[in-house]
C-alpha cells in the first residue's frame, strides 16, 4: 500500500471539496445563489460511526447478540508518507459495539497495545476476530522486530477484550489482513494476504525476499491465502495454501488486471450456500468480489461491492443481523481527505434474486 501519489479520483473529490467550500464562501458574501455555485458538492451517503478516534478496517461480527466491531486505530504519528506504509503506524486496538444496527456505538476502550505484544515492533494494521466455545479469539498483523509482517494472537473471555498476546506470532504466519471466518460446519479459516506495504508479493518463493517481486502482467496476479485453522484457533493446521480467482472463462485473474486483482483486505461470507470472498483491488480502490461453493475456492470474479471511498484505501467487511446485511467500510471524511486518518461507516448491503451484490457508493456528487 503506498500514498505517495493520490489517485485520480481522490485529486478530483479533493477538488471538488475545495470548489465547494469556495463557493460556500461567495454564496455567503453575495447571498446570491446560483445553479452553477451549487455544483459537484459530495454528499456522504454515511457519517462516521465514531467522531472523536479515527478507526479504519473495521471488521464486524454478531456475537452475544450485539454487532462488536473490531478496527485499526488510526493516528498520526508524524512518520513522513513513504511506499511501504511507514506512516500507518498504529499502535494499539479499541472495540466498538452496537447493540443493532441503528444504535449508538458504545466504546470499549484500548484491548491491545504493542507494548504487551512480546514479538511486535510496530505497525498494527487491520485485526479481526472470531468466537470459540465462549472464548474470543483477535487476530492481527504486525511487523516484527526484523520488520517483517507477521499475524498474531490474542485471547478474552469477552468478546470486548482486553485480549492477552500470545508470546509468539502464529507460526508459517507473514503478511497482513487476517479475516477469520467461521463455517456452518464448524470449521475456521483464516484469509490474509496484502501486495505492496503487506509485503505479500516477497513471499513467492515461500521465503522472505528483501525484494520486492511481481508476476509479469500477463502472469497469475499473486494470489491471496487461506488456511485452515488448529482447534485451539491459535495456530495453522495446514499450509496457507494459494487462493485462485478465476475470471468469466474460468482463467486466473492476472498481474495486469488492476481493476480485478487482488491487493489486501480480504473478508468471507456466506449467503445461500455460496462462499463470497471479498477484497479491496487497493491502487484501483474498489471492494471487489468473488463466488465460489468451498471455503478454498476457487472463486470467479462478480463485480464490485463498494466503489472507491474519500481516501486510497478501501477495507471492509461484511456481516449479517436479524436478517439484513451490513457491509462496514471507512473513508477519510471526518481528516478531510487524509489518507491515513480514515472513519469506519456502515451501510445496508442488498443482493439480486440472483444473489448478485448490488454495487454500492458511500457518496453522490449532488448539483
Ligand atoms: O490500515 C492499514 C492497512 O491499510 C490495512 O491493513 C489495509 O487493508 C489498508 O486498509
Redesign the pocket.
Known amino acids: 500500500?503506498t500514498l505517495k501519489h493520490y489517485s485520480p479520483l481522490f485529486l478530483a473529490i479533493l477538488i471538488l471539496i475545495s470548489c465547494d467550500q469556495k463557493q460556500q464562501k461567495q454564496e455567503n458574501s453575495s447571498a446570491e445563489k446560483s445553479e452553477e455555485t451549487t455544483k459537484d458538492t459530495i454528499v456522504f451517503k454515511s457519517e462516521p460511526l465514531v467522531k472523536d478516534q479515527y478507526t479504519?478496517?473495521p471488521s464486524a461480527h454478531v456475537f452475544e447478540g450485539k454487532i462488536f466491531i473490531y478496527p485499526?486505530h488510526?493516528w498520526d504519528s508524524g512518520k513522513p508518507e513513504m511506499d511501504d506504509?511507514n506512516h500507518?503506524n498504529?499502535k494499539d486496538y479499541y472495540v466498538f459495539s452496537m447493540e443493532s444496527p441503528t444504535s449508538e456505538v458504545v466504546n470499549h476502550g484500548k484491548v491491545l497495545d504493542v507494548e504487551d505484544v512480546a514479538w511486535a515492533k510496530r505497525?498494527m494494521?487491520?485485526p479481526d476476530a472470531a468466537e470459540k466455545d465462549g472464548e474470543y479469539f483477535f487476530f492481527f498483523?504486525a511487523k516484527d522486530k526484523d520488520d517483517i509482517f507477521r499475524i498474531g494472537v490474542a485471547k478474552s473471555d469477552k468478546p470486548e477484550g482486553p485480549f492477552t498476546p500470545e508470546k509468539e506470532p502464529i507460526e508459517g504466519s507473514f503478511s497482513?489482513?487476517p479475516a477469520v471466518y467461521k463455517d456452518t460446519d464448524g470449521e475456521y479459516y483464516m484469509y490474509f494476504g496484502?501486495i505492496w506495504?503487506?509485503q505479500l508479493q516477497r513471499w513467492l518463493t515461500g521465503e522472505f525476499e528483501d525484494e520486492d517481486n511481481y508476476p509479469a502482467d500477463d502472469e497469475p496476479a499473486v494470489a491471496p491465502k487461506v488456511a485452515k485453522m488448529s482447534d485451539d484457533l491459535l495456530s495453522f493446521a495446514e499450509e496457507p495454501r494459494d487462493i485462485e480467482i478465476l475470471d468469466e472463462n474460468g482463467g486466473l485473474i492476472t498481474t495486469g488486471d488492476n481493476e480485478r486483482r487482488f491487493f489486501?483486505?480480504a473478508w468471507v461470507h456466506k449467503y445461500k450456500d455460496k462462499y463470497y470472498f471479498s477484497y479491496?483491488t487497493g491502487d484501483t480502490h474498489n471492494i471487489a468480489y468473488a463466488i465460489g461453493d468451498s471455503p478454498y475456492g476457487p472463486f470467479t470474479y462478480q463485480g464490485v461491492v463498494l466503489e472507491p471511498v474519500l481516501g486510497w484505501?478501501?477495507?471492509h467487511s461484511i456481516v449479517e443481523f436479524d436478517g439484513k446485511w451490513y457491509i462496514f467500510f471507512?473513508d477519510s471524511s471526518l481528516s478531510e481527505g487524509k489518507t491515513f486518518l480514515?472513519s469506519m461507516k456502515m451501510m445496508e448491503l442488498e443482493y439480486d434474486e440472483d444473489g448478485k451484490i448490488k454495487t454500492l457508493q458511500s457518496f453522490t456528487e449532488a448539483d
Open positions: 500500500m479504519a478496517d485499526s488510526d506504509g500507518f498504529m505497525q494494521w487491520a498483523p497482513i489482513d496484502g506495504g503487506g489486501e483486505a479491496s484505501t478501501n477495507h471507512h480514515r
